[in-house]
């Protein structure tokens, strides 16, 4: 596809259930992110993956989250025991990455997917 | 650690006309660059402009323009002939970038501008 895509667009769970929200970044991207967003709040840093190098993993809030890329593409984000807290909108994004052609590495995102734990 | 601050919650502005918003910030380093994006009701982050820390040329796109103050850790944007489509919340970023100049990993963003045009 043209664009960052992210599914499910919308996730309703139940407090301690397991919850996986996917990503496919655009076709040829090294590097892909994903960002938190609570209510009303700005964009906070999850993890980072940048071809194939170990992710930068600083952003994970706790154990109960992680994360995958698989073949360099399609990410996964898992989150487990989910916790009423954990109530927020999941952004993806996707760049070129540093070894791209432009000195500016834009990341472009994902439409999110809102997460809601009951 | 570098940190991202806008200290406007909410701005309104009538069609046509210009608002400026306020954003800075605080960091050691001393390459890296600046990005304002925009988030509309839809959700989708989309990127407005853009600013390297090491030119000195404030940058504008179309209607868009910044006013970046280096010294001050400034980086505010400026909206000139406000159309109802900029209804959204923007946010400011901030972005490292290697010795190359090109930048690279994450972004810390500020808490967010709740901008709307009025007709």
């Known amino acids: 596809g043209a664009g960052v895509s992210q599914s499910p667009s919308n996730k309703v769970t139940e407090k301690g259930k397991d919850v996986e929200l996917r990503c496919d970044p655009i076709s040829g991207h090294t590097a892909l992110y994903w960002y938190r967003q609570s209510l009303g709040q700005g964009l906070e840093f999850l993890i980072y993956f940048q071809g194939n190098s170990a992710p930068d993993k600083s952003g994970l809030p706790s154990d109960r989250f992680s994360a995958e890329r698989t073949g360099g593409s399609v990410s996964t984000l898992t989150i487990q025991r989910t916790q009423q807290e954990d109530s927020a909108v999941y952004l993806c994004?996707?760049?070129?990455?540093?070894?791209?052609?432009?000195?500016?590495?834009?990341?472009?995102f994902g439409p999110g997917t809102r997460l809601t734990v009951l | 650690a570098q940190t991202v601050t806008q200290s406007q919650p909410e701005m309104s502005v009538q069609e046509a006309e210009t608002v400026t918003l306020s954003c800075t910030y605080d960091?050691?380093?001393?390459?890296?660059?600046l990005f304002w994006y925009k988030q509309p009701p839809s959700r989708q982050m989309i990127l407005v402009i853009r600013?390297?820390?090491?030119?000195?040329q404030n940058a504008t796109e179309n209607r868009f323009s910044v006013n970046f103050q280096k010294a001050a850790k400034s980086f505010s944007l400026k909206i000139s002939d406000s159309q109802l489509g900029d209804t959204a919340m923007y946010f400011c970023a901030f972005g490292r970038s290697n010795a190359g100049g090109t930048s690279y990993g994450k972004l810390t963003f500020g808490q967010g501008t709740i901008l709307t045009v009025h007709p």
């Open positions: 994004a996707s760049s070129l990455g540093p070894g791209g052609v432009t000195s500016t590495d834009t990341q472009y």
């Open positions: 600013q390297e820390a090491y030119k000195q």
């Open positions: 960091t050691s380093e001393s390459n890296y660059y």
